[in-house]
């Protein structure tokens, strides 16, 4: 069993930077990939970024490369996405979730457990 919670969204301009945190519990967490996923007002969930277990390798959408990293700690059960140049249309809930699968995947049934979100609204 795996509990996630996210901090560090909030309100910020377009171009700006925030970094996005989320704890998780359980001495199993490094053997998770672990992912971000985003939903904005409207859309259905997105996936957003994924980092291995030992975070050598990293998944991005198309539509954050370049702008958003993910990274995680797993002595502190942490993984982070820290994201710039940010953008009106980065705005949505994000959330963190946790697979036990041996590869980076983009589904979200691949991850047995999620966060319960973060807001992150960019102003124009």
């Known amino acids: 069993q795996v509990q996630l919670i996210e901090s560090g969204g909030g309100l910020v301009q377009a171009g700006g930077s925030l970094r996005l945190s989320c704890a998780g519990s359980?001495?199993?967490?490094?053997?998770?990939?672990m992912s971000w996923f985003r939903q904005a007002p409207g859309k259905e969930r997105e996936f957003v970024a994924g980092?291995?277990?030992?975070?050598?390798?990293?998944t991005y959408a198309d539509s954050v490369k370049g702008r958003f990293t993910i990274s995680r700690d797993n002595t502190k059960n942490t993984v982070y996405l820290q994201m710039s140049s940010l953008k009106p249309e980065d705005t949505a809930v994000y959330y963190c979730?946790?697979?036990?699968?041996?590869?980076?995947?983009?589904?979200?049934?691949?991850?047995?457990?999620w966060g319960q979100g973060t807001q992150v609204t960019v102003s124009s």
């Open positions: 359980g001495r199993t967490f490094s053997r998770y990939i």
């Open positions: 979730a946790a697979s036990p699968q041996l590869g980076i995947l983009t589904i979200e049934p691949s991850y047995d457990y």
């Open positions: 980092v291995s277990w030992t975070g050598g390798r990293t």
